[in-house]
């Protein structure tokens, strides 16, 4: 249906037979693989799932290329580069959008002209809050006529405790904070610590360093949960190493790694420092104790030889008795001087603002992967240990610059670009911000068990256990210590739900819904138009678009389901859908 004049989104369908078969899909024609037995698990299942997304690649020679890690491209130090010259200065805002037009001009490229005020002030909003501004809002900020008025809108909106409960929540996802995993009183705890680091704009060294040598009741020391979650030495090797420096050290378990640096040493070394960690019962609820133990040593399970302590970029290390070694890792891993921490954090940062890594996806860093704009990279890293690890810092040079503020709408110059940031990248909004934008159009809460009415979707410290419409959506359920268990792809499920699936259907017909209320107040169709546009899109319904929605209520016998078709085309819409 279009009953708004506006494009509602058709949703593709992947159609990769593997994937649903290692999924063990109840489809026609499909077979289970394995063939017998569970199924893969998740983290090898989310390996494949990204391999088929970056087309099945294989090296010419599949032949080992085990090498010096210090090679490692991610390895080199940080230097601040130079700003380069670029031939069209007066495009620039900041010095990033130097690193990005220099590159652009290399590749015969050119920026996007800058997208509308309303655009940007939705955009900023749902980048740091989650949520999209009010009309009022996006007056105010498209009336600031101040030269600064993006640089304080977006110093505004950091401030907040809405930024901090939306970034929270990605840092839950990466943490893997569930009640599976940190009991039900442990998420919370959790969860409110990861608020108080993002309200705070806790260093994001100290962060992790908190993280990594953290001892004590789980219940007291909400840090210590890292350990709850990571229950031994090889799934501590494996989160630390994709979480902190952006390298899937998996395949180094079993082997050398056939297409990288990685061997069977740097693996077990690395477990080397997180396999004396102790954890013990205290006897009251929910609470766990964690401590170093005197001993315990990792066996290389090829060569049978004990392993010490090693840093990836300097080698193996002696770690004198009585000293927690977990402590001379996380030194380390957080020091100015350790590019990796640096690089992997700012990646990650930039791929949440903007939507693409400049290496991506944005935690697996290898020489086969290598960063599409190296010197912005490197800026970005200077940047992040310039400024104390400050993310605060970072996503505000990132947002005021011209890169983030480009239009998605491409011109004939980078028609085909999807690796410089020539333009803005468009992206579905998530699950949580979907489904809570949807509460806000329908003026219907959605009901969480165990939370208050009223709670948001971004505010969940815990997936909601068979809540269909998120997980359709996406929602990762924290299992793995990687974006992309966060589903970014479109499906028919998410069509059909938002087609005619129960969550839009019974919010939009609710008797005390915005629809209905706004009828029974004895407002006029054009004024309930504007008002869903405004509540929807953050902005008020264009003339084409009233046109369109007034016929098709004045054609309609029935004028409370009119208005609800309204309301439902505008949901559907791409404008509604996606942050662009």
Known sequence: RNVTGVQTCALPIPASRLILAINHAKQKDVEAMPGEGEKLPPHQIAALTEWVKQGLPWPAEAGPVVGDPRKHWAFQPVVAPPTPAVRSPERLRSPLDAFVLAKLEAEGLTFSPE???DVLARRLYLTLWGLAPTAAEIEAFAQDRDPQAVEKLVDRLLATDDHARFWSLKWSDLLRVNSKRLTKSGVHKFRRWLFDIVKN?????????ELLTATGST????AAAYWKASRDEIDATETTAQLFLGVRIQCAKCHNHPFEKWTQDDYYGTAAAFNRVGRKETGLPDD?????????EVTQPRTGRQMKVRLLLQGDVDVAAGVDRRVVFADWLTSGSNPFFARSISNRIWGHVVGRGIVDPVDDFRDSNPPSNPELLNYLADQLVQSNFS???????IMTSRVYQLSSKRNRFNA???????????????AEQLLDAICAVTGQAEEYPGMPAGTLAIDLVDPPEGHKFLQVFGQPQRELPCECERSTDSNLSQA???INGPTVHNKLRADAGNVHRWITEGKSDADIINLLYQSALSRPALPQEQETAAAHIKASEDRTRALEDVAWAVINSKEFLFQH
Not at 201 to 209: E, K, M, S, T, W
Not at 391 to 397: M, P
């Open 115 to 117: 997208v509308p005020r």
């Open 201 to 209: 704009d806790v260093p994001l060294n100290q962060f992790a360093h």
């Open 219 to 222: 219940q007291q020391n909400a």
């Open 288 to 296: 766990e104790m964690i401590f170093v133990k005197a001993g315990g």
């Open 391 to 397: 993310a605060r810092h970072l996503i505000r040079t």
């Open 416 to 430: 085909d670009d999807e690796t410089y940031f020539s333009h803005a990248t468009t992206r579905m909004l998530t």
């Open 496 to 498: 059909l739900q938002l």
